[in-house]
């Protein structure tokens, strides 16, 4: 839920105490300055969650074994399609300003998935206990295929919002 909820609610804070103007303003472009403070917000909350995680096994005394080099690329790919996502509603946010009722009716859409039958869609099928050097190549293709497709049609969509909020006035007020 952060990781597509996370760049409205920085907008519309933003908007909110007036300073979302000039952070559009910024060499850099207001994308890119969105994606590193997305990035490190993402950062900061995996790390908080996998101390939880250490505190959670030492209190159980139940150790997980992880495999970091699967869980690294596999988490990337997949969390960028969802920023693609939150892209395009921060590009909503910038221009209509309230998207929370959206965000919780987009939310109801990821249990749908979570929740479908993978015997009935085995587009959804995970590999359960398999290293990712051992994963069918195909798969990693259509995995990171997918995450930078939608990553990139976000930031495209959100250009089109920004551009769309600045030529109306949109970026000063709230």
């Known amino acids: 839920m952060y990781a597509y909820a996370e760049l409205s609610w920085v907008l519309t804070g933003e908007?909110?105490?007036?300073?979302?103007?000039?952070?559009?303003?910024?060499?850099?472009?207001?994308?890119?300055?969105?994606?590193a403070r997305v990035a490190?917000?993402?950062?900061?909350?995996?790390?908080?969650?996998l101390g939880f995680l250490l505190l959670m096994m030492a209190t159980s005394g139940k150790w997980l074994r992880l495999d970091v080099i699967?869980?690294?690329p596999l988490f990337a790919f997949t969390v960028a399609s969802v920023l693609g996502i939150g892209f395009v509603m921060g590009g909503l946010a910038?221009?209509?300003?309230?998207?929370?009722?959206?965000?919780?009716?987009?939310?109801?859409?990821?249990?749908?998935?979570?929740?479908?039958?993978?015997?009935?869609?085995?587009?959804l099928k995970?590999?359960?206990?398999?290293?990712?050097?051992?994963?069918?190549?195909?798969d990693l293709a259509f995995l990171a295929a997918n995450g930078l497709f939608y990553f990139g049609v976000g930031l495209l969509?959100?250009?089109?919002?920004?551009?769309?909020?600045?030529?109306?006035?949109?970026?000063?007020?709230?």
């Open 15 to 35: 908007a909110q105490q007036g300073t979302l103007e000039q952070l559009s303003m910024s060499p850099l472009g207001l994308g890119r300055v969105l994606v």
């Open 157 to 174: 969509i959100f250009k089109f919002f920004e551009r769309a909020a600045r030529s109306r006035g949109l970026l000063g007020h709230y």
């Open 70 to 72: 699967t869980l690294v």
């Open 40 to 49: 490190s917000a993402m950062v900061f909350r995996i790390v908080i969650m």
């Open 94 to 123: 910038i221009v209509f300003k309230q998207v929370q009722a959206a965000l919780g009716i987009l939310q109801f859409g990821f249990v749908a998935l979570i929740a479908a039958p993978v015997e009935q869609f085995p587009f």
């Open 126 to 138: 995970l590999i359960h206990g398999v290293s990712i050097l051992a994963m069918p190549l195909d």
